[in-house]
């Protein structure tokens, strides 16, 4: 804990004297090692590469030994890294070596989305737009993350249902559960291209928080969501033949939502 790498090599030469066959002595000298590793910036994508498996190789042992102090343990490690591989560009076919990876990982959620911003393109992504998403969270909240998680759903549906499975937030975890249950697809993991537009129906409060939303690839998902904005725009401006209109479109475009949107409007007026 102390991160001392010689005395807890000294440490451990005293157990293994007294007690060789301790079943945590091979545990103490994979943490010691991990201790002893020197970390030369700047590094190559390949010494990274090296550094992170030996840093990875470490979590379950680190776990074991510290129990809640483990990622406090490991935080120095992750920092170092994402230090000493600044200058490597991102490279979406080896995504876990960019600094914002190991930021998050040591819980630097600021460092983390400023390193976001410093990506071209980054929102036209599905691995640094996940990022940016995890990092704004645990920063702020939910309420800026909407638009996000409508066009990351749009483009990378799996994703973002892991996503919001890893970063277990009591909100979305619900939201994301409820809608798993009650959607009627085919898969579960591309079907979460479809719950920007069901969450609009069945939380249509939420409508503004998803003004921010970017055009994306103009898929089906996104036309039916940016559809249901509409209409919930024309039932707040009592826009009655636009809204009828609209009705049809939705209807068209997915029969199901568009039963999912009738019945919560059918319940609105016998509240």
């Not at 737009?129 to 409508?150: C, F, H």
Request: proline share 6%; with cysteine; aromatic share 8%.
């Amino acid at each position: 804990l102390d991160r001392d790498a010689a005395a807890t090599a000294c440490a451990i030469c005293g157990l293994a004297a007294e007690y060789p066959d301790d079943s945590d002595l091979p545990v103490f000298r994979l943490l010691c090692d991990r201790l002893g590793l020197r970390v030369i910036s700047p590094l190559s994508r390949a010494s990274a590469g090296d550094v992170l498996r030996a840093t990875e190789g470490v979590i379950a042992a680190s776990q074991r030994m510290f129990g809640a102090d483990a990622q406090s343990w490991l935080t120095p490690f992750w920092t170092e890294l994402a230090m000493a591989i600044m200058d490597l560009p991102f490279d979406a076919r080896d995504d876990a070596l960019h600094p914002t990876a190991m930021l998050l990982r040591a819980g630097k959620w600021e460092d983390a989305c400023i390193c976001v911003d410093s990506i071209p393109s980054w929102r036209r992504q599905p691995v640094p737009l996940a990022w940016k998403i995890e990092a704004t969270a645990r920063i702020a909240g939910m309420d800026p993350i909407w638009p996000l998680i409508a066009e990351l759903s749009w483009m990378a549906p799996h994703r973002t249902r892991n996503l919001i499975k890893q970063m277990k937030m009591p909100e979305l975890t619900k939201l994301a559960r409820y809608f798993h249950v009650e959607f009627e697809g085919q898969d579960a993991d591309s079907d979460h291209a479809w719950f920007p537009a069901w969450l609009l129906i069945v939380h249509p409060h939420l409508a503004d928080r998803f003004c921010g939303m970017q055009a994306g690839a103009d898929t089906p998902a996104e036309r039916c969501a940016r559809l249901i904005l509409t209409l919930l725009s024309f039932e707040r401006q009592g826009r009655h033949n636009m809204l009828i209109e609209a009705r049809k479109k939705l209807r068209d475009t997915h029969p199901i939502l568009f039963e999912r949107y009738m019945q919560s409007r059918a319940a609105a007026l016998n509240r």
